[in-house]
T-cell receptor, first 117, second 115 residues
Framework: AQKITQTQPGMFVQEKEAVTLDCTYDTSDPSYGLFWYKQPSSGEMIFLIYQGSYDQQNATEGRYSLNFQKARKSANLVISASQLGDSAMYFC??????????????FGTGTQLKVEL | KAGVTQTPRYLIKTRGQQVTLSCSPI?????VSWYQQTPGQGLQFLFEYFSETQRNKGNFPGRFSGRQFSNSRSEMNVSTLELGDSALYLCASSFSGTSGTGELFFGEGSRLTVL
């Protein structure tokens, strides 16, 4: 079975600083996808970034980048130049390969990020 | 381009009742999946529909069911509600076909409270 581990229940960062949120995963499948989502207190799950297991380069989306280290099975999210609006819960997730194909995500327990002035 | 739309956003039910939640995916997306989020269990996969067929199913009792219509809109139903069904129910849509690649986009969720 696939597993996602986020070891940081809470993180603090100063505004304008960069922060790294850790995520490690466990799978025996050669093909998988890794996601990061942001969930503010309103509850909406906001897509941030996606990395496919065969992608050669680390994914980037604006201030978000994914530090993908396949051999170490880690997929850390880096947020550059933190803003107060970045304060939220962040989830790492992995797409599970099923016999039926398709989309079944396994989520980590999340990291609560607080950006301070 | 409109995002994933879930209705209703909030609802309160009593034990034993049933509830139906609706999800309209992003235009052109054919895959719709459902997740339950609770403080104790975190985010758990319920099921996924693709082209009106259930493609994947999580470990939930038969009280939880769903369907997908020809326009890709999906509904999930929970019968005989229990207190433990109180949760945020999230719907996700994806363009992906059988390869299961690409991004998933979530709606704002339906927050169910069972009294």
């Amino acid at each position: 079975a696939q597993k996602i581990t986020q070891t940081q229940p809470g993180m603090f960062v100063q505004e304008k600083e960069a922060v790294t949120l850790d995520c490690t995963y466990d799978t025996s499948d050669p093909s998988y996808g890794l996601f990061w989502y942001k969930q503010p207190s309103s509850g909406e799950m906001i897509f941030l970034i996606y990395q496919g297991s065969y992608d050669q380069q680390n994914a980037t989306e604006g201030r978000y980048s994914l530090n993908f280290q396949k051999a170490r099975k880690s997929a850390n999210l880096v947020i550059s130049a933190s803003q107060l609006g970045d304060s939220a819960m962040y989830f790492c997730a992995m797409r599970e390969v099923t016999t039926g194909g398709g989309n079944k995500l396994t989520f980590g327990t999340g990291t609560q990020l607080k950006v301070e002035l | 381009k409109a995002g994933v739309t879930q209705t209703p956003r909030y609802l309160i039910k009593t034990r034993g009742q049933q509830v139906t939640l609706s999800c309209s995916p992003i235009s052109g997306h054919r895959s719709v999946s459902w997740y339950q989020q609770t403080p104790g269990q975190g985010l758990q996969f319920l099921f996924e529909y693709f082209s009106e067929t259930q493609r994947n199913k999580g470990n939930f009792p038969g009280r939880f069911s769903g369907r997908q219509f020809s326009n890709s809109r999906s509904e999930m139903n929970v019968s005989t509600l229990e207190l433990g069904d109180s949760a945020l129910y999230l719907c996700a849509s994806s363009f992906s076909g059988t390869s299961g690649t690409g991004e998933l986009f979530f709606g704002e969720g339906s927050r169910l409270t069972v009294l």
